[in-house]
């Protein structure tokens, strides 16, 4: 990696965060590892969306250990995709990603997302799903299959025919791209993911697929009912297409 300017901001991190208190700092201390190691300049922001546990408490005395962190202290919860919106509109990297608080996706990961940024591409996903991504610890078969069943019926609800992994949370952009799509999205919650890849397809953006490492949260209480929420709010970013809101 070639050296950058250090007057402006290269990288934003940011992490929604909902009641991970006992998981953040380390984290955060994984991730400010790795960057303090580059040479470009970072910031890494945290947005706590509403934890009534101490979230934002033990992000808020870790601060000095860690630079450039900032704490978004929201009093209310509003969804990960109200989060995430909230953070990646108030970063100020040239290039922004965002990632999840367990550390699923190791931050070293975005050694395979920053070149495709330096050859023009503007919106690059992590994806679990192709050739040259690693699952260190995998899911039961039984979800695997309804993952694939469930993933191929929002592609075609979606219009995001042959992404098969729209919800890793490891996603990044540009600059240009974010202020274009977050500006326009409007589902909070499930289908969040979703909703920035049809936004960024409807604009023309290439999406460009890396594959990751990824580590299994067997503590994940996503199932069946929040399968359902989110194909109702598929439809939801159908309906506005069709609409013409995202107009």
């Known amino acids: 990696m070639k050296q950058y300017n250090n007057t402006t901001i290269y990288l934003s991190v940011i992490i929604p965060a909902y009641k991970e208190e006992k998981r953040i700092v380390n984290t955060l201390r994984e991730i400010d590892k790795y960057l303090s190691r580059q040479s ?17 408490e033990v992000v808020k005395n870790i601060m000095p250990e860690i630079k450039n962190l900032r704490l978004i ?6 969804g990960k995709g109200f989060v995430v919106r909230q ?9 922004r990603v965002f990632t999840d608080a367990d550390n699923s996706t ?8 920053l070149p495709e940024f330096e050859k023009g591409l503007e919106v690059v996903i992590g994806s679990r799903d192709i050739k040259g991504s690693e699952i260190a610890v995998p899911q039961a078969a039984w979800r695997i299959m309804l993952g694939n069943i469930f993933n191929l019926v929002v592609q075609v609800i979606s219009g995001l025919l042959g992404i098969w992994d729209t919800q890793c949370g490891f996603k990044g952009f540009s600059a240009k791209a974010t202020e274009d799509i977050f500006t326009k999205c409007k589902i909070n919650r499930f289908a969040f993911d979703v909703e920035v890849l049809v936004l960024a397809k409807k604009m023309g953006y290439k999406i460009k697929e890396i594959p990751v490492r990824w580590i299994n949260d067997q503590a994940s209480t996503v ?25």
Request: proline share 0%; net charge positive; glycine share 8%.
């Open 106 to 113: 190791s931050i070293d990961q975005i050694e395979k997302m």
């Open 223 to 247: 199932g069946f009912k929040s399968m359902v929420k989110m194909l109702i709010e598929v439809f939801q970013i159908r309906w506005n297409l069709l609409t013409r809101k995202y107009e």
């Open 40 to 56: 470009y300049n970072y910031e890494i922001i945290v947005v706590n969306d509403g934890a009534k546990d101490k979230t934002a």
């Open 87 to 95: 953070g990646i509109l108030q970063a100020k990297g040239k290039y």
């Open 73 to 78: 202290d929201n009093k209310g919860n509003h």
